[in-house]
């Protein structure tokens, strides 16, 4: 996506072809900043910090740390500690686990000689493929805005609601819940998102926001509570979110909060889609609330929140109360029969294992 008219990626290689380029998401949107990244632990620290995030780009920048570690040490020992090392970094993304296991199988069978030249190679298509499944999964999407939008009077906004950041800075471009939403603006549908803040790290409000400013979407930032009473006022035409790991029988696991949308979203008859890409469909799961690990992160990103002062700097103050103890579970599980459909890179598949098998014959009968 563009940004200041520059077009940019989420992760990119250094003009010295071997470093790699990610954007510092934990300084957006008040700073734009880059780091270079010159070891498996500088990308493995990138993921478990958020300096990059997001289920797609989380697995991009584990096989770009596959690939730094085969220039340090590119034997079978270094191979394997490099996938320890990565692979530990955040638990719920079954994308982060999907990428490793794809570079190990690229890689196991290679001379060491050959390993950092493949494991580059490797990283560049997985990052090549992840913009063409994200941009698939925008044309399917913008079929479901153009019909409702079919349903509406001509001119007036479709309000589309979503949680967190899954846009382009949650992949390598495009993005999952927004490359619809992209394209439908593009294609001149009057859309509207209502922008859930997304408590506790603020996704929504720093990094979905930044994103559709960037792009010209209207857009309105809302207390991640708000929600629900837009939709009892019919205030919102659609939910979309995306996921950080999808069970083989469609139970989706989100960013904290995104199961309290889909109980509001089904009691009000609002069509609640997730938008993902194949990867992160974990095939040997079949419930999400039982077998999903749901990450718990350090309670200070509850008790603290990060933002611009009056004097234009970044700092962090603190909201809650001193001695108080805070829980911050980062994800939750929405139960696949609240969920309207699955907006993949092959289509739209009702949230069920017929529904996922139907369209992805290959990896269901695979798993
Ligand atoms: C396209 S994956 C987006 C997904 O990832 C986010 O989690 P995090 O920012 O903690 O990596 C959130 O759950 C988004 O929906």
């Not at 941009?135 to 409702?148: D, F, N, P």
């Not at 006022?233 to 309290?260: E, F």
């Not at 611009?308 to 700092?315: A, H, I, K, R």
Request: charged content about 20%.
């Amino acid at each position: 996506m563009k940004i200041n008219g520059q077009a940019y990626r989420t992760i990119w290689l250094a003009q010295d072809g071997w470093r790699v380029c990610v954007i510092d998401q934990t300084r957006l949107p008040f700073r734009f900043e880059t780091l270079t990244l010159g070891s498996t632990g500088q990308a493995a620290e990138a993921i478990r910090s958020m300096v990059v995030r997001g289920a797609p780009l989380i697995g991009a920048t584990a096989a770009y740390g596959v690939a730094l570690a085969m220039r340090e040490d590119p034997s079978d020992a270094g191979l394997e500690a490099a996938l320890a090392l990565l692979g530990a970094t955040r638990p719920t993304a079954v994308n982060l686990h999907w990428a490793l296991s794809r570079m190990r199988a690229r890689l196991i069978g290679l001379k060491a000689r050959s390993r950092a030249q493949a494991a580059y190679a490797e990283a560049a298509l997985l990052c090549d493929e992840d913009v063409a499944l994200c941009r698939a999964i925008g044309e399917h999407g913008l079929t479901v805005i153009s019909g409702i939008a079919a349903r509406k009077p001509a001119g007036e906004p479709i309000n589309i609601l979503t949680h967190c950041n899954a846009g382009w800075l949650a992949t390598v471009d495009w993005g999952t819940a927004l490359a619809p939403i992209y394209m439908a603006h593009d294609a001149g549908i009057p859309v509207h998102v209502w922008v859930d803040e997304t408590r506790p790290r603020n996704q929504g409000a720093a990094l979905t926001a930044y994103e559709l400013g960037g792009h010209g979407v209207p857009h309105t930032v809302i207390s991640d509570n708000a929600g629900g009473h837009l939709m009892q006022h019919g205030q919102v035409d659609m939910v979309i979110v995306g996921t950080d790991r999808t069970t083989a029988t469609g139970d989706v696991a989100n960013k904290i909060g995104t199961y309290l949308k889909a109980l509001a979203a089904h009691d009000n008859g609002v069509p609640f889609y997730v938008a993902l890409p194949s990867p992160t469909i974990d095939w040997s799961l079949r419930d999400g609330l039982r077998e999903i690990p749901i990450e718990e992160r350090s309670s200070r990103e509850v008790t603290h929140l990060s933002g611009l002062s009056e004097t234009g700097e970044v700092e962090q103050v603190r909201v809650v109360a001193p001695g108080s103890n805070a829980a911050n579970p980062a994800f939750d599980v929405t139960p696949a029969r609240l969920v309207t459909g699955l907006i993949t890179e092959r289509g739209i598949a009702p949230a069920s294992s017929e529904g996922l098998a139907k369209l992805f014959p290959d990896l269901a009968g695979a798993a």
